[in-house]
């Protein structure tokens, strides 16, 4: 007779309180048992969807023994791979470090390595005995032609196998650890567990599977235990100057790994009980061949500094060193970095892990979160104040911005369809969502929480491939290496924007440009005296100290919500390549004579090196210094420096001007119209969006940059009776004025008013109307003008600058307006 499963509230405080069990896994133990109950011995499969980071070997552990309690006898742990396998026997071991005390019941572990011995056998036969059978999937597969399974052979001391064994006892539960691996659609995995029948399978993960979703009785994601000091706060780290390089990142994560050296070792210094932990960095690499060029850099000076110090973890990693891998956390362990490709990216979860760099495509916010748990576990057990010690570094100089990005997925529960969403304490559920999978058409695959998938019509159907760590000993299955699931999301084509001319009845303009013909005297180096350089070197007379910023994702609690936030971080100094002084003479010259109006010519090499020893005697380096070494990014700024005096140099020389006028015709046509344009008068003003629907424009859209000025300007001009059109100027387009020293001045708009008059017209804020270059602009704007006007061709022009204030003071009055502008 099956055995009877009952919830106990007693009993199951008395075990929360022997394993000293967190609030969640408390939660989680209880909702565990009462689906149990309610299933009465009908076979169940239910899932956990817990944190990484939480503990859930303390719910495994906790939930055998409140099955002990109440009569069970068999519990087999199914595990993914030998890691979390050797990780698992650690957890019942209690000699180990990973032991979880707190039983009652001690039970025989049984494992493929002892599972065929004769003690084994009679603890098999012994109906008071509690056994529990740790073995990996691979090794429960029902055997073929070509692979044997061993559970699956007759045991002489047994006298049958032991799949059969299980098979028939009936107070047998299982539980799968990253039960995602095992789901329904991955059959040969899934019936090697479902053909024991046992009377309940318990799925523990931190990534469910959407097929399983129906199945999860309990949830807490990663923001509620970032919020409740479960688990380490993230930190996204990277660089704003562009440096992106796999180099400079591992460059920086060795530099920040010593400063969390330094930090565990000050905490340790003041707390006399503290455990003894060693930081270590954690690097995901995009294939074996990349983790070897990876752990070879890694072993260099100025990152690790030590061959035996990184340890490289892949699918053909020696037994040598999977077994540093369990030792990593002991004080002993020499390893102070893991380079690994697949093997970790689930179940195995240190608390010494303090900086982590991923060198390989974040594809989906799962691989991101898994990524990520490597890392979560708190060092001494529970958060201790000090910033360095309770967060975790990801360095991601080439994905901050969508990591950041994504903070919010961190606190989203995967809600559940209505038949199997599970109640609070009270009694309350939440409303159903379901994922949806996505593809990025690249082949990397999404996951959206909360049902946001893309919007429009069609059918997307992607493969997402799932590794499985490979058994160990001869029951390797090549043919099962992955499962591949196939899921199917609708989605629509966004409209075709199309292309359209001018509004009925809308005139052309003729746009009087004013074009100039230059004539410039020769440009020479020697008009540069040796104090301009001296001058210019003194800038980078100091070394330039490069940061690297940190953005830490709190969790902020109201209750059951949980919002993910940004929180700025203390900057971090970042380590610099270093250059030697000659190495920087030359990129210095070479910069004089990347400007183009620099000859190759022996004067101009000769007066090169002149700027450059004045150059470098400011920034106190003297000529016969060949031992001095700068940062790269002093260097690089220095270099800038030198271009940017030969460049002012050379945009100050003399020059002459000619100028005529050319007609241009406006506007540019066709433009592309967007379907979903707003409405000039019905939607509020959004930047660089097309808005439609107005009265006197050329053109059926315009865009704008500025709220207070052209949006304003705008709706002006369209409601002025006495303006017949107005035309938006946007710039790079045809129609601007030439400035001697500022450029091309493109103006905003075009007016024609019922006089005939062309009015050019730009708008600017207060606080920006009294700037140089604005001023010289509107110089050259009414100069322009007036000499459109003398010239006659081209009708009556005339330029208005209108400011904020001016925009609000006309309230609406296009009459209004040149009068407070006084335009000439």
């Given amino acids: 007779m099956a055995v009877q499963i009952t919830y106990d509230e007693a009993l199951l405080a008395e075990i929360a309180a022997r394993f000293d069990l967190r ?9 565990i048992v009462r689906a149990i109950e309610v299933a009465d011995g009908t076979f169940t499969e239910l899932v956990a969807d817990l944190a990484t980071g939480v503990g859930k070997t303390f719910l495994m552990s906790s939930l055998i023994d409140y099955l002990a309690a109440q009569g069970a006898r068999h519990a087999l742990v199914v595990t993914p791979g030998s890691v979390i396998q050797k990780k698992t026997l650690d957890n019942f071991d209690e000699a180990s470090s990973k032991y979880v005390a707190g039983a009652e019941h001690v039970p025989v572990v049984i494992t493929p390595d002892n599972f065929r011995a004769g003690s084994v056998a009679a603890a098999l036969r012994d109906p008071s005995a509690l056994k529990v059978f740790v073995f990996n999937v691979q090794q429960l597969i029902r055997p073929t032609d070509k692979v044997s399974r061993k559970v699956r052979d007759t045991d002489e001391y047994l006298g049958a196998a032991l799949y059969e064994y299980l098979d028939e006892a009936d107070d047998l539960f299982v539980i799968a650890d990253e039960h995602h691996i095992y789901h329904e ?13 046992p009377v309940a ?35 996204i780290v990277y660089r704003k100057d562009g440096t992106k390089d796999e180099r400079t990142q591992l460059a920086d994560a060795c530099q920040l790994l010593r400063a969390k050296q330094d930090a565990y ?13 060693r930081p270590v960095l954690f690097v995901v690499a995009s294939s074996i061949e990349h983790a070897g060029e990876v752990g070879q850099l890694l072993a260099q000076p100025g990152f690790i500094g030590d061959p035996g110090a990184v340890l490289e973890i892949t699918s053909q990693s020696s037994d040598e060193a999977l077994t540093a891998l369990a030792e990593v956390e002991s004080e002993a362990s020499p390893i102070r970095a893991i380079v690994s490709v697949n093997m970790l990216r689930e179940g195995w979860d240190v608390r010494n892990i303090a900086v982590i760099v991923a060198l390989r495509k974040l594809a989906s916010q799962t691989l991101t979160e898994q990524i990520l748990g490597r890392g979560l576990r708190l060092p001494f057990g529970a958060r201790t104040g000090s910033p360095a010690v309770d967060q975790v570094d990801l360095v991601a100089h080439d994905s901050y911005k969508q990591l950041l990005a994504q903070k919010d997925v961190l606190a989203q529960r995967i809600q559940l369809p209505s038949s199997a969403v599970a109640t609070d304490d009270q009694g309350a559920a939440t409303p159903p969502v379901m994922p949806a999978i996505v593809s990025d058409g690249e082949g990397a695959v999404a996951e959206t929480l909360g049902g946001e998938a893309p919007s429009p019509t069609g059918t ?11 058994a160990s000993g001869t029951e390797d299955e090549a043919a099962l290496d992955s499962i591949q699931i196939v899921e199917t999301t609708e989605y629509q084509l966004k409209p075709t924007p ?35 350089a001296l001058a210019a070197g003194a800038r980078f ?12 994702l709190i969790g902020d609690r109201d209750g059951e919500a949980v919002k993910i936030k940004i929180s700025p971080q203390e900057h971090a100094e970042a380590q610099q390549e270093l250059t030697i002084i000659d190495t920087v003479r030359e990129d210095l010259v070479t910069a004089i004579f990347r400007n183009p109006g620099v000859m190759q010519e022996r004067a101009e090499k000769n007066a090169a090196k002149r700027l450059v020893r004045a150059f470098l005697k400011g920034a106190g380096v003297n000529d016969e210094t060949t031992t001095v070494e700068w940062g790269e990014l002093r260097r690089r700024q220095a270099v800038a420096g030198m271009a940017n005096l030969i460049s002012a140099a050379y945009a100050g020389r003399k020059r002459e001007q000619q100028h005529e006028l050319v007609a241009v015709e406006l506007p540019i046509e066709p433009v592309l119209v967007e379907p979903d344009a707003k409405d000039a008068y019905n939607d509020v003003f959004v930047k660089h969006v097309q808005f439609a629907g107005w009265q006197r424009n050329v053109m059926p859209i315009a865009t704008f940059d500025a709220g207070t000025t052209e949006w304003a300007i705008a709706h002006l001009l369209d409601r002025e009776p006495s303006i017949e059109w107005w035309l938006r100027i946007y710039t790079n387009g045809p129609a601007f004025i030439p400035t001697p020293t500022d450029g091309n001045y493109f103006p905003d708009f075009i007016a024609l008013d019922t006089t005939g008059t062309f009015w050019l017209i730009e708008g600017k804020s207060d606080k920006n109307s009294n700037d ?20 006659g061709q081209f009708g009556t022009w005339r330029y208005v600058f209108a400011t904020e204030s001016d925009i609000k003071s006309a309230s609406g009055s296009w009459a209004s307006l040149l009068i407070v502008t006084e335009p000439e």
């Fill in 201 to 235: 399978l318990v799925g523990l993960t931190a990534t469910p599977s959407p097929a399983d979703l129906t199945k999860i009785v309990f949830q807490y994601t990663l923001g509620e235990a970032i919020a409740d000091g479960h688990v380490k706060v993230p930190v």
């Fill in 772 to 791: 140089a270059d604005v001023l010289r602009k509107k110089d050259a704007a009414v100069k322009w003008a007036r000499s459109v006007r003398d010239d």
């Fill in 460 to 470: 997307l159907g992607t493969t997402i491939s799932v590794p499985l760590p490979s």
């Fill in 185 to 197: 659609k991955a059959k040969a995995f899934s019936s090697a567990i479902r053909d024991l029948r």
């Fill in 541 to 552: 007379i100091t070394e330039v100290p490069t940061f690297l910023l940190r953005d830490a």
């Fill in 498 to 532: 199309q292309p359209m001319g001018r509004v009925d009845g809308a005139p052309q303009i003729v746009f009087p440009r004013r074009q100039s013909k230059l004539t410039y005297a020769r440009f020479t180096l020697s008009d540069i005296p040796d104090g301009d």
């Fill in 23 to 31: 609030e969640p896994n408390r939660l989680a133990l209880e909702r």
């Fill in 265 to 277: 070792a000050a905490y340790r210094a003041i707390t006399s009980d503290a455990a003894a932990v």
